[in-house]
């Protein structure tokens, strides 16, 4: 034990490959005894992340002062210690709560609660993350075990593999992150770029038929030259249409 509460049970809480990708230096590298070891001892530290879905900087926005815990996040989570903030911006902790009621009534975080059990017990991380969805179309994920949202984060998202049967990520990367990736600058997975930016400003996340959207509004302008108090009819429907396209589901954050 490292931390009370933290036994060798927690380990699928801490990824070394995420924690070295934090160590730009290879400080940590050959860490003595062990890489989770030196994750405790160093405590909480921006963009260390010990696992690919606890970044301590998500969790500090919720819950400030956990930079400056004594205890680590791996060892707030092993204790669930930390509520309902959300450790990853597509993991959702009320949402998994919302589909899984009575963990609430235990001792086990959500989003260990996922890991282990998400795939068996068939529920999302996130309103805009299908794990059936992801495992049915993708049975090569499915057949090697992987959790799929962590397919998703290191190989799916580049690999063209949608995460939801109403998100188009392929779609989504040539209309809004393709010309940022041609300037030189790096981006997140589509639908992680989504949810931390895209949806609030209701970005289309399916396929859009770009010669009918223009279509749409410039006939939408040409009805407006005619008669610009139409503010309510059909010229208006048109454009708001065109400009705000229906995404085949809710808004995520309505």
């Not at 990824?15 to 730009?24: E, I, P, T, V």
């Not at 919302?98 to 017990?121: D, F, I, K, N």
């Not at 529920?123 to 299908?130: A, I, K, V």
């Not at 969805?133 to 799916?156: E, I, K, Q, T």
């Amino acid at each position: 034990r490292g931390e009370a509460g933290f036994t060798a049970s927690s380990y699928p809480l801490f990824d070394a490959g995420s924690y070295l990708a934090g160590d730009g230096n290879n400080r940590l590298r050959h860490a003595a005894p062990n890489l989770l070891w030196a994750h405790l001892v160093e405590g909480n530290l921006t963009r260390r992340r010990p696992h690919l879905l606890i970044w301590p900087e998500e969790i500090e926005k919720q819950r400030p002062g956990t930079l400056v815990s004594a205890v680590s996040v791996t060892g707030l989570i092993a204790q669930n210690r930390l509520g309902s903030a959300n450790t990853h911006p597509l993991v959702d902790t009320a949402h998994i709560l919302s589909q899984c009621g009575w963990l609430a009534q235990t001792t086990r975080h959500p989003l260990r609660h996922y890991l282990e059990s998400g795939v068996a017990e068939n529920f999302d991380p996130h309103p805009w993350f299908s794990t059936q969805f992801y495992l049915y179309a993708n049975p090569d994920v499915a057949r090697s075990g992987m959790n799929p949202l962590l397919h998703y984060l290191r190989y799916g998202a580049t690999e063209g593999r949608q995460a939801h049967a109403f998100f188009n990520g392929a779609g989504y990367y040539q209309t809004y992150l393709k010309a940022h990736v041609l300037a030189g600058e790096d981006h997140a997975p589509e639908l992680q770029d989504y949810v931390q930016r895209g949806a609030g400003l209701f970005w289309s996340t399916l396929p859009q038929d770009d010669g009918l959207r223009r279509l749409r509004m410039d006939t939408a302008l040409a009805q407006f030259a005619q008669n610009p108090e139409d503010r309510a009819g059909i010229a208006a429907r048109m454009m708001r249409e065109a400009m705000h396209p229906p995404t085949g589901a809710g808004h995520p954050g309505l």
